[in-house]
């Protein structure tokens, strides 16, 4: 197997994984997995920049420009909130609405580039568009609780990558940066719940404290992995890969939780992969 397909298959599989990671968690509360998953996070990105002087180069740079830093502290803010929202959807037992939001990501990428950076849709993108809208729409009405879970993961990850797409900071230095700059508020709300709610960390179990303390490692292996496999792979075929992910995570919402997905669901997804396979059968017409 081709060494990039191999490194982002493996970033994408854990991505796909992480329904099965965060419910050994359940019994936490979201608020306080997040925190740990930023705090476990910053010790092994420092890590992984250590080893790479590029990357120590990127953080000193990001680090010295007050533009980029701005940016990095809203993609900051963008990626704690959908890291959040994963993490809720998976407690409240909405992996299959979460998918969902995934799904949507590389067709609000396409509408955020045409409306942002005036960038050319081609007909078979507009027609992927439309599709994944009517299936969004129908799923929408179709369903007695709003899908809020599922849009605000689908729109804060297109706008993660939408403004990721104009700086210049790599990922995983990017991703340090951004973790730093919410570290501060991060502790504030610590310390805060440390004194106004029980806390799972070191009042539970062994068990609990070491899935809270991988977190870290949980959250910026993948990263790295697709980081690397981007590096060696066409853009196009990392895009079509992506899709493994949000996959998996459908499936085991659907198979191993047994969550509910009726008929009119079914329908609402059906449009949205239609769109999904135009803008892949697009990508590929490009190379």
């Known amino acids: 197997m081709n060494r990039g397909v191999l490194l982002i298959l493996s970033g994408y599989l854990i991505w796909g994984s992480f329904p099965l990671y965060w419910s050994l968690l359940n019994h936490v509360e979201p608020s306080e997995i997040l925190v740990h998953r930023v705090i476990w996070s910053i010790p092994v990105l420092l890590l992984f920049v250590g080893f790479k002087p590029s990357w120590r180069s990127n953080v000193r740079s990001a680090l010295g420009n007050r533009g980029e830093l701005l940016l990095l502290l809203i993609t900051g803010i963008l990626i704690c909130i959908n890291w959040g929202t994963y993490i809720l959807a998976v ?142 792979l066409p853009m196009t075929t990392a895009g079509i890969l992506f899709f493994i992910t949000p996959t998996l995570q459908f499936l085991i919402g659907y198979l191993f939780f047994n969550e509910p997905f009726n008929a009119d669901q079914f329908i609402g997804f059906i449009g949205i992969w239609s769109g999904l396979l135009l803008y892949c059968y697009s990508l590929m017409k490009k190379t």
């Open 91 to 232: 407690s409240m037992g909405r992996v299959i609405e979460g998918s969902m939001g995934y799904f949507l990501a590389p067709i609000l990428n396409i509408l955020g580039g045409f409306i942002f950076f005036k960038e050319r849709v081609s007909t078979l993108q507009k027609f992927s568009i439309g599709f994944a809208s009517m299936g969004s729409l129908y799923y929408v009405f179709s369903v007695d609780v709003f899908p809020w879970l599922g849009f605000i993961l689908g729109f804060s990850f297109a706008a993660y990558g939408l403004l990721r797409k104009s700086m210049n900071s790599p990922a995983v230095p990017g991703l340090l940066v951004e973790t730093l700059l919410i570290l501060p508020v991060t502790l504030l709300f610590v310390i805060w719940m440390v004194g106004n709610t029980k806390i799972a960390f070191l009042t539970v179990d062994s068990a609990t404290d070491a899935l809270l303390i991988m977190a870290g490692i949980v959250t910026v292996v993948p990263l790295a992995l697709f980081t690397a496999g981007a590096r060696i």
